[in-house]
């Protein structure tokens, strides 16, 4: 298992992604582990290698006895970084690793290429009342908190709440009492409310309309407000926004942490194309390109390639779903086994196919789907796979 040796403690670590791709950090909130960030893994793999970690005293991290600060918190991350190498990251963090991310900014900003402030707050509340969690846990163990986390973590018309409620139970349940103390004193000190205006990282803050721990006014609405040029959105959710809004909370990342292509898409729009239908289909294409056909070719490639294959919402997977439910609804045969045969050669399955038929016979018709079924299955045969 992947641990490292951090200020004399033992921390776990999942670092996952194509080697020299842009390295983003994940940290999560108190009372949860690296685990949060799984709803986000999939997309975030196909443009970064992500770093997650379990803060001290969460997961199977150690938990040091007494209490933390936010500068261990924050030193931890560094030291993490620099065992693996690391000099330039992202870094996205939610409640308690939101307070983590303005540590950084403020003490170590050369590092940071962009931060996500998610869910929370650069003041987390009365001192009193972090005192109290402690005491309580301490006294009673995790059990005793578990009904007003998830009460906080999650909004009574969640979808999939009974799921999500069991299985962030279970973490919190998990966590060892003393490191979830030592993390509430370490929420119970910050405050970075006259210290905002000098991050100049580049900044998102994404707030839950129905969060209660950290709600827009007081929290997310200060970071928005105080640090330069930072922008935010706001999901209607409750404290983990992520969990409750995983696909939302996704693409707002990536609308923020991709880089915006310069110019004409025409190049991006290529290199969509083949990653999509591949050399040979791209370079025939190329080839038959006259006089007469070469601005739709272009055409094609800027804005249908460059513009839309390339938005990060949606997965290539899906796109190719997508392209193949209209083609067969429309009757765009020669189109739909274009996109059939590229798919079959990247990630799509015949278990794809029959699904996306079935549901063209409902919505467009038996007719066009009895079409499309006879072309897959030739297809289907052809490599195989029939």
Known sequence: MPFAKVNNLRFYY????????????????IGTDH???????????????VLRYDTRGHGASDASAGEYTIEQLGRDVLGLV??????????????????????????????????????????????ANWDARRKTVLENGMAAVVE????????????????????ATSILLGTDPA????????????DHRGQL????????????SKDVSTPWEGHGEVLAREIPGAKSVRLNAAHLSNLERPRSFTVALLDFLLPVPDGDPLEAGFEARRAALGDAHVDSAIEATTDFTRDFQELITRFAWGTIWTRPGLDRRTRRLLAL?????????????????????????????????????????VPAANTGFHLASEELNKVGLG
Request: charged residues 15%.
């Open 197 to 208: 205006v000098r991050i100049r990282t580049p900044t998102l803050v994404i707030a839950g």
């Open 179 to 190: 490191g979830y103390a030592g993390c509430c004193s370490a929420l119970r000190d910050v």
């Open 148 to 167: 007003l986390a998830m009460q906080r973590f999650f909004s009574p018309a969640a979808n999939g709440r009974d799921l999500l409620v069991s299985a």
């Open 14 to 29: 999942r670092l996952e992604g194509a080697p020299g791709a842009p390295v983003l950090v994940l940290s999560h909130s």
């Open 35 to 49: 685990g949060l960030w799984a709803p986000q893994m999939p997309d975030l793999l196909q443009h970064f290698q």
């Open 325 to 365: 439910a209209m083609m067969a609804a429309l009757g765009r045969w020669e189109e739909f086994s274009t996109h059939l045969r590229a798919g079959l050669s990247h990630e799509l399955e015949p278990c794809d196919l029959k699904e996306v038929l079935l549901q063209a016979a409902i919505y467009a018709g």
């Open 82 to 127: 620099d065992i693996l190498r690391i000099s330039k990251f992202a870094f996205c963090g939610l409640s308690m690793g939101g307070a983590v991310g303005q540590w950084l900014a403020l003490h170590d900003p050369d590092r940071l290429s962009a931060l996500v402030l998610a869910n929370t707050s650069p003041q987390f509340g009365p001192p």
